[in-house]
């Protein structure tokens, strides 16, 4: 019988073209098995100092998890949550069991020769529709307009732009510029195309600037606006939502299904975001799709890390009937692109979860090696 021989936590550092060539990192984690079996998992850890402490965790929590039968996934987080609880279960504890969990689920289906999606009961969706998951850097909007229609042009079926962000674009700063910004992306990519924007953290929007501009967007068929207003400002989501019918999308940094409940039970929330890199894992991911089922909102991955993060998430969002698309980063990146043997993309503008066993994703040992945080 397969049983858990190895551990190993790996952070990589590598830069991100869709983040303006931003260097990011994250944690993954390496689990074999005494037949050679590997399952691979992440942790969204992001900044150098969380994955090392990240890895510490893992590595401290290994013994949790060696001689043990990989189909006994569930009861190896049990125990991983309830040694960690003296100092989780959010932050680097979530951070490490999410990597773990993730990991698990991915040796289990290689074990038992099945797929992550089949594990969760199967695709409630075949195949779900593909959006652009952009940052804008030009400081000329015409040039930003012509990107953005050229990624309708391929199939997707529209983006949601990050405001805020690295670059020259700065774009969320000023009221007119922008609403002009959505105006222009509208005339050109037609009614049909989904535009969506996500307020980046170095954007300061009070409730009623939030408010302003949401509806202005609106007038232009916003899909959604997302974290408009810091998650902690119910009172702020209220008086935008008691003015404007576009969805509300916020969530994405939340860890544990406690503040998922508290979050819904709010009613500030339309799109509820989520990581399985953050909030434990499949595991964690699959009790807030309970929780967003049971409230009949919707919920958005966030997957903008590795392809074991968009593995994960696929298979989730094709798990449920309560995801309204799925997000691809649209230009090569090292972590989709080079990590794994099949990249993913979309096919006429859809995706399907994979459907060979555990994630579905081969990862090249010797890619984790090339960014492997020195
Ligand atoms: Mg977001």
């Not at 994250?26 to 037949?35: F, H, K, N, Q, V």
């Amino acid at each position: 019988m397969s049983k858990i021989a190895k551990v190993e936590p790996i952070s990589v550092s590598y830069p991100e073209p869709n983040d303006n060539g931003a260097i990011r990192n994250l944690t993954l984690c390496r689990i074999e098995t005494t037949d050679g079996i590997v399952g691979w998992g992440e942790a969204i850890s992001m900044w150098p100092e969380a994955c090392r402490a990240t890895e510490i965790v893992i590595s401290g929590m290994s013994d949790l998890l060696i001689g043990r039968d990989p189909l006994d996934n569930g009861v190896i987080i049990r125990d991983v949550a309830a040694r960690s609880w003296w100092y989780g279960p959010e932050g680097i504890a979530a951070f490490a069991r999410s990597a773990i969990d993730i990991a698990l689920w991915d040796l289990r289906g290689k074990v038992s020769g099945q797929s992550l999606v089949t594990m969760l009961g199967g695709a409630v969706q075949s195949k779900i529709p593909v959006i652009a998951s952009t940052h804008a850097f030009s400081a000329s909007l015409e040039d930003e307009v012509k990107k953005h229609a050229k990624y309708v042009e391929q199939g997707f079926h529209g983006f949601k732009i990050g405001l805020g962000k690295k670059g020259d674009a700065r774009i969320g700063y000023e009221f007119d510029r922008d609403v002009n910004f959505m105006k222009m992306l509208r005339e050109s990519v037609g009614p049909k195309a989904d535009i969506m924007f996500d307020r980046g953290q170095h954007l300061r929007w009070d409730a009623s600037y939030a408010t302003r501009l949401t509806m202005a967007f609106e007038e232009y068929g916003l899909r959604w606006i997302e974290e408009p207003l810091e998650p902690w400002d119910l009172q702020g989501f209220r008086q935008l939502r008691s003015h404007c019918t576009t969805l509300v999308a916020t969530g994405e940094r939340c860890w544990t299904t406690d503040q998922y409940r508290r979050l819904i039970e709010s009613g500030i929330v339309d799109v509820v975001g989520c990581d399985p890199g953050r909030v434990g894992g499949i595991t964690g991911f699959r009790e807030l799709i309970g929780l967003v089922e049971q409230s009949q909102l919707w919920f958005n991955a966030h997957a903008w890390s590795s392809a074991i993060i968009t593995a994960a998430s696929l298979a989730l969002s094709a798990s449920s009937s309560r995801s309204l698309l799925f997000e691809l980063k649209p230009i090569d990146n090292p972590m989709q692109n080079e990590l794994v043997e099949e990249p993913f993309w979309h096919v006429d503008g859809y995706i399907s979860a994979p459907n060979r066993p555990g994630l579905g994703v081969e990862v090249k040992d010797s890619v984790v090696q090339k960014y492997r945080m020195p």
